[in-house]
């Protein structure tokens, strides 16, 4: 079966743009998470859908960061007015439910210029 | 405050020679430990859920034990296809939510 699909793979934007990841969890799993991993660090948590809602949003480094999963299925990250130190890894991973192992994306590597 | 902590940060092995990595954490009641592989450019890759002290999983010549402070994930015999980042997270039984804290990894390279 698929796993955990990242689209795009890697994204380049200048400073002060608009950008949107998006993440296509495994079929069923009603559980997802957005993660943000620097270079040679451990992936940092961001957000927790459980379902449509987010269950879980303190990881959200500021007001710039917004994340919606309307039907429960496909979610989408946004980041506004975008700063180079948004420059990372963004990884997201779905779950059957909250509690069971996370199943991780190849992630999209974003580049701020 | 739920943290982990990975040691060593980057280890060279010879082909055959065994060896252990260290994931020691504190967490305000541990619902899980959990340790993954990542390849360079991948997204991490689930390898071991670990519950409670003196729980033992195996998978290949991978060992992964728990205690109530650590965990180790003990190499057995390693090939030059193991090398990767081996990530260790726990998730803690704070209401309402099952994020992962994840530590900063060790780096693995297994020379043939």
């Known amino acids: 079966g698929a796993g955990v699909s990242q689209t795009p793979s890697n994204k380049v934007t200048e400073k002060g743009k608009y950008v949107e990841l998006r993440c296509d969890p495994i079929?069923?799993?009603?559980?997802l998470y957005w993660y943000r991993q620097s270079l040679g660090q451990g992936p940092e948590f961001l957000i927790y859908?459980?379902?449509?809602?987010?269950?879980?949003d303190s990881g959200l480094p500021n007001d710039r960061f917004f994340a919606v999963r309307p039907e429960g299925s496909v979610s989408t990250l946004k980041i506004q007015r975008t700063e180079r130190g948004d420059s990372a890894v963004y990884l997201c991973a779905s779950s059957l439910n909250g509690g069971y192992e996370q199943f991780f994306g190849p992630g999209t590597r974003l580049t701020v210029l | 405050e739920d943290q982990v902590t990975q040691s060593p940060e980057a280890l060279r092995l010879q082909e055959g020679e065994s060896s252990s990595l260290n994931c020691s954490y504190t967490v305000s009641g541990l619902r899980g430990l959990f340790w993954y592989r990542q390849d360079p450019g991948k997204g991490p890759e689930f390898l071991f859920t670990l519950y409670s002290a003196g729980e033992e999983k195996e998978k290949e010549r991978l060992k992964a034990t728990l205690t109530k402070k650590e965990s180790f994930l003990h190499i057995t015999a390693p090939k030059p296809e193991d090398s990767a980042t081996y990530l260790c997270?726990?998730?803690?039984?704070?209401?309402?939510?099952?994020?992962?804290?994840f530590g900063t990894g060790t780096r693995l390279k297994v020379l043939a």
């Open positions: 079929s069923g799993h009603t559980a």
């Open positions: 997270a726990v998730q803690g039984h704070t209401s309402g939510t099952y994020k992962y804290i």
């Open positions: 859908f459980q379902g449509t809602g987010a269950a879980d």
